[in-house]
């Protein structure tokens, strides 16, 4: 079940968030970038904020990394013309083109060869959409988690059908502040409604895949191919999403200094935005 989700983590009022150590990291990132937090996120609305909290630490990446100019984006004109600016390159893994920032492709290509000098498979998993995703893609993957719970929860009566409608009727950003407020009352969305939806998938325009700085990983079960990642700068920085790695750049030693803090969970360690 959900109990090794430590909700009180992300659920910070907009004070708690600001006195963090993540909040204190991103605000000197984002400056060094000559960009301002409150130009990228609206840090008092609540959603927006938990969204930071969970995807976050793409912000905290070395410099050789261009960041979105948000924490969500709104639309696809605004993921196209990001990614163009990111100069997203191509890469063949196992005849599956993966894309991706040019940075976060060389960092990947190394670990693999060190992985296959060792003996051991490092590949995407599901196809192209590993790496590089559209703004239509997070919208078709986020309502294919919000359909079958809003199902879910309708046999369970614990919703209306006119409560379900509504919801399903909502526009993006609407509808994904309306799914958290049924979360708060214990309707979790994740395929198997055990947890929150953010941690089986991301929101709408929120989604590190399309900052092209992120990779999921087949192998992602085995210990070596997580260790050659984190040693060419991958790391798992969004919780209890076993696959999806996130390139920082950044050695392992330095994450605390980021304002990353270390999470062990399923066998894993996690590097998630310190605010709690
Ligand atoms: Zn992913």
């Known amino acids: 079940m959900h109990d090794n989700i430590d909700a009180s983590r992300t659920d910070t009022s907009a004070d708690r968030f600001t006195s963090s150590p993540f909040f204190a990291a991103l605000t000197r990132a984002l400056a060094r970038r000559g960009m301002r937090l409150e130009d990228v996120c609206d840090i008092n609305n609540p959603v927006a904020r938990r969204l930071l909290a969970e995807y976050g630490a793409m912000f905290l990446a070395a410099d050789d990394v261009l960041v979105p100019p948000v924490c969500v984006f709104r639309g696809e004109a605004e993921v196209a013309e990001f990614q163009a600016r990111a100069r997203a390159q191509a890469g063949l893994i196992d005849d599956v083109t993966i894309e991706l920032q040019p940075a976060a492709l060389a960092a990947l290509v190394a670990a693999r060869v060190e992985a296959q000098a060792a003996g051991f498979r490092l590949t995407p998993r599901g196809g192209a959409e590993a790496a590089r995703r559209s703004y239509a893609d997070t919208v078709r993957l986020w309502a294919s988690r919000v359909e079958p719970a809003l199902e879910h929860w309708l046999a369970q009566e614990r919703l209306t059908t006119n409560e379900a409608a509504e919801v399903c009727a909502l526009a993006p950003p609407a509808q994904v502040a309306a799914i958290l407020a049924l979360e708060a009352r214990g309707l979790f969305c994740s395929k198997d409604f055990s947890k929150s939806i953010l941690y089986s998938v991301a929101a709408p325009g929120a989604s590190q895949h399309l900052a092209l700085v992120a990779f999921d990983v087949a192998e992602f079960t085995n210990p070596s191919v997580r260790a050659t990642l984190a040693r060419h700068g991958w790391f798992q920085t969004v919780r209890s999403d076993?696959?999806?790695?996130?390139?920082?750049?950044?050695?392992?030693?330095?994450?605390p200094d980021l304002g990353l803090e270390r999470v062990g969970e399923h066998g894993q360690t996690f590097w998630l935005p310190a605010v709690s």
């Open 242 to 255: 076993l696959p999806h790695f996130t390139f920082l750049g950044a050695r392992e030693q330095d994450l």
